[in-house]
């Protein structure tokens, strides 16, 4: 049999599950106002890079210690292309330490990018990205470090970490670094709370490269996911009242 008749409302549901995501994200290339809850960590962005201008100091980023392999290393190194647009517009200080190879080589290309695309290619340095070791505690001591010697105004902690995330936190705390720190990793959120100025919690750190760039695709969907979520959660509440009360049809629906 090429066709399963038992899942066809599971078919229905991508079907329509995807059509509303293409929804939004012809809303939003058709310059319609997407509206997304703002984030404080978000708006800290500009404040953070201005106040190292103000300061004279650097902006130390730090895409994370793992490899392009993980989304979240990824994201971190597409909110460094939006964070380079700031630190070239106000001519601030960049330094990117990186813990991988193909991170490095990632991260500088989408610098120059950003560099090129504010009209100041003369201020980019490609030793503004380097690399240091892949070892996690060798690294977070090398970073560590930058922080003491350099003592940067403005530092961003946006990627993978793991046990070295309070390590990094609390010595850019020590120099009185407004910090901001973004990860998706639930085990290290409540030490990036503790000890940084902001922090981009799960999917408003994955969100934030829509929110910074305001990409049609991006922004639209983001807002078709969360009117999924939405109808997610209102379907298993309407599953559990009738389940209550007894009645079995809701979830003969679905095929449960």
């Known amino acids: 049999m090429w066709f399963n008749t038992k899942r066809i ?10 059509g509303i995501i293409l929804y939004y994200i012809r809303k939003a290339r058709q310059m319609k106002e997407i509206y997304l ?14 106040r190292a201008t103000e300061m004279g100091k650097s902006v130390l980023y730090v895409p994370g210690i793992m490899d392009l392999d993980q989304v979240e290393t990824i994201s971190g190194v597409i909110i460094l292309g939006h964070v380079a647009k700031m630190t070239a517009r106000y001519e601030a200080s960049l330094n990117v330490p990186v813990s991988r190879s193909l991170v490095m080589e990632a991260s500088r290309e989408i610098v120059h990018e950003s560099y090129l695309s504010e009209g100041r290619p003369d201020l980019f340095n490609p030793d503004m990205v380097h690399y240091y070791t892949d070892d996690q505690f060798a690294f977070a001591a090398a970073v560590d470090g930058i922080m003491l010697r350099e003592k940067p105004a403005a530092v961003f902690l946006q990627g ?9 936190a609390e010595t850019g705390n020590s120099i009185g670094a407004i910090q901001i720190a973004g990860t998706g990793s639930p085990s290290q959120i409540p030490f990036f709370v503790t000890a940084c100025d902001y922090t981009l919690i799960g999917e408003e750190f994955f969100a934030a490269s829509a929110y910074l760039g305001k990409d049609p695709k991006l ?7 969360d009117i999924i979520k ?27």
């Not at 409302?9 to 995807?18: A, E, G, P, Q």
Request: proline content about 1%.
């Open 9 to 18: 409302v599971r078919f229905i549901t991508m079907i329509l599950f995807s």
């Open 37 to 50: 809850r703002p984030i404080a960590g978000l708006k800290a962005f500009e404040e953070a890079v201005g």
């Open 160 to 168: 993978k970490f793991y046990a070295e995330s309070l390590i990094l």
């Open 219 to 225: 922004l639209g969907s983001i807002k078709g996911q």
């Open 230 to 256: 939405g109808a997610i959660m209102i379907t298993i509440l309407l599953g559990v009242i009738f389940e209550s009360l007894g009645f079995t049809f809701f979830k003969d629906i679905f095929n449960l």
